[in-house]
């Protein structure tokens, strides 16, 4: 699923929605891995949300981060495929702590691309129309009008 947006290219309150299902899905990870088995390009996908200008205080970031250590601690002696995730997911995590390093030395930057100029609307408020009685008239006097 996060593979359909750049970064910065889905709505906040929706990409928080979506953290929140994974953040649950991922609180324990090897049972989040069996409901859901990520790849390397999905967690790609996952870390290309990260912000490192925000820093770690800000809620996306925190809870990007978050799952990306639960998924670090994911942990299978016979599958060498977990361990590449869990390996790849903590290098991501790290880049981000690490002044040093880019988010590209990780992620391919293809992925970093951000959509520029592109102005974020919020969903629309709804407004309350609030119409008037209509006015009854008696059927004389219409009749009466007509006659007239």
């Known amino acids: 699923m996060m593979t359909k947006w750049h970064k910065g290219g889905i709505y906040s309150k929706n990409l928080s929605v979506i953290l929140g299902v994974l953040q649950s899905v991922y609180s324990s990870p090897n049972d989040g891995y069996r409901i859901y088995p990520l790849s390397i390009a999905e967690v790609n996908a996952l870390g290309k949300h990260l912000d490192k200008e925000k820093g770690q205080d800000d809620p996306l970031n925190r809870v990007l981060l978050e799952i990306l250590e639960n998924l670090s601690r994911l942990e299978a002696s016979d599958n060498s495929e977990i361990e590449e995730i869990a390996i790849h997911a903590s290098a991501i995590r790290n880049t981000f702590f690490d002044n040093r390093k880019e988010m590209q030395d990780v992620i391919p930057p ?39």
Request: net charge positive; glycine share 2%; charged share 40%.
């Open 110 to 148: 293809v992925l970093l691309v951000t959509m520029d100029g592109r102005m974020e609307v919020p969903p629309r408020k709804l407004k309350r129309v609030i119409s008037e009685p209509k006015k009854r008239t008696n059927v004389t006097e219409k009749t009466k009008e007509r006659s007239s």
